[in-house]
């Protein structure tokens, strides 16, 4: 199921609202087709990263920990440090994970 769900939304590309929000995030003020594509790939791995660590599809429209996260894994994908984030941010991915296995509960439930 997540796997279908990961390869329909890169199917869909990243929204241009994410991606504007996101360059923005990174200070990138200048027009680069070169760089939105490659920014929109490291978008698109973030997401699957995330949705993968969280166990379920994340909403990355709205402002809050999927989407922080999500910027945060840019940025340092952007530095060639990208190996250093799930240590940096080890508490956050624990916390998505956890968010993840309540609501997969609660569904099966048949409590949302």
């Known amino acids: 199921m997540r796997a279908r769900a990961a390869r329909r939304r890169a199917m869909a590309?990243?929204?241009?609202?994410l991606l504007s929000g996101a360059k923005n995030y990174l200070d990138m003020t200048w027009p680069d087709a070169e760089a939105d594509r490659k920014l929109e790939?490291?978008?698109?791995?973030?997401m699957a990263y995330l949705?993968?660590?969280?166990?379920?599809?994340?909403d990355y429209g709205?402002?809050?920990t999927a989407?922080?996260?999500?910027?945060?894994?840019?940025?340092?994908?952007q530095a060639g440090a990208l190996q250093d984030f799930g240590a940096d941010f080890a508490a956050e991915l624990l916390g998505l994970h956890i968010t993840g296995e309540v609501v997969q509960?609660?569904?099966a439930d048949g409590l949302l």
């Open 13 to 17: 590309g990243v929204p241009e609202e």
């Open 41 to 46: 790939g490291i978008l698109l791995r973030g």
């Open 51 to 58: 949705d993968h660590r969280a166990g379920m599809a994340l």
């Open 62 to 64: 709205d402002e809050g």
């Open 67 to 77: 989407r922080a996260l999500l910027l945060d894994y840019a940025r340092y994908a």
């Open 105 to 107: 509960h609660d569904e």
